[in-house]
């Protein structure tokens, strides 16, 4: 299975927790039961201040664990992702120094589809 791991802006908690719960409904609008064995589907969404590789490794390794995804895969493309787009992340680091202390860097985490979803969900808003 494919993961794609995207860095989306910076946001304040309230907007990340508004955009963290949109994503926990299903495309009908219904919030899933905690006994469902599939989440809803969709990227999942983190913010961090500061932003750091342990941060997004552990923050990563627990969505993994949470949606059932290889822990190994997820760990392997955050290591790749955070060194293949090192000089992007070191201007999101710059970015969160320079924003108030409420701000944080939102990253999302899903597979292919999960991100497809997300895509056909804002075409209908």
């Known amino acids: 299975m494919t993961y794609l791991l995207q860095f989306c802006g910076l946001s304040d908690p309230l907007q990340l927790f508004y ?22 589907p969709g ?7 500061p932003f750091q590789l342990d941060d997004l ?5 627990d969505t993994a664990r949470g949606r059932c995804w290889d822990g190994d ?4 493309l955050v290591l ?8 992007v ?7 969160l120094r320079e924003e108030p202390a409420d701000r944080l860097l939102v990253a999302g985490i899903g597979t292919q589809r999960d991100w ?5 969900q804002s075409l209908r808003a």
């Open 19 to 40: 955009l963290e719960q949109k994503s926990a409904f299903s495309p009908s609008g219904e919030v899933p039961h905690p006994s469902d064995p599939v989440p809803a």
């Open 43 to 49: 990227p999942i969404y983190g913010g961090f201040r």
């Open 57 to 61: 490794l552990g923050w990563a390794l």
């Open 73 to 76: 895969v997820i760990q392997r």
């Open 80 to 87: 790749d992702v955070w060194m293949e787009r090192a000089d």
């Open 89 to 95: 992340i070191r201007q999101w680091q710059l970015r």
């Open 116 to 120: 497809e979803i997300r895509c056909e």
